[in-house]
């Protein structure tokens, strides 16, 4: 196998770790209760903000990973 080609699939399976990783930041940090017809958002902005952050990241890793392993052929 070609060193570029193990590179492109390492880096495909982290961006899939760090990505689910973000989601499950973003959603964790998501919270909206009703009471008696009023919404009240308990958000937490700063972890919202970091698990975009990660989905960033990952999306950047899986597209070098793709374009790493065209490279390859």
Same mark, same amino acid.
């Given at each position: +196998? !070609? =060193?570029?080609?193990?590179? /492109?699939? @390492?880096?495909?399976?982290?961006?899939?770790?760090? /990505?689910?990783?973000?989601? !499950?930041? @973003?959603? #964790?940090? =998501? *919270?909206? $209760? #009703? @009471?008696?017809?009023?919404?009240?958002? *308990?958000?937490?902005?700063? /972890?919202?903000?970091?698990?975009?952050?990660?989905?960033?990241? *990952?999306? $950047?890793?899986? $597209? /070098?990973?793709?374009? =790493? +392993? #065209?490279? *390859?052929?």
């Amino acid at each position: +196998m !070609n =060193t570029a080609k193990i590179i /492109g699939i @390492v880096l495909i399976i982290l961006s899939l770790g760090i /990505g689910y990783t973000g989601i !499950n930041k @973003v959603s #964790n940090n =998501t *919270a909206e $209760v #009703n @009471v008696l017809g009023l919404e009240i958002d *308990a958000s937490n902005e700063s /972890g919202k903000q970091q698990g975009y952050i990660y989905l960033g990241l *990952a999306a $950047v890793l899986f $597209v /070098g990973g793709i374009f =790493t +392993m #065209n490279k *390859a052929k």
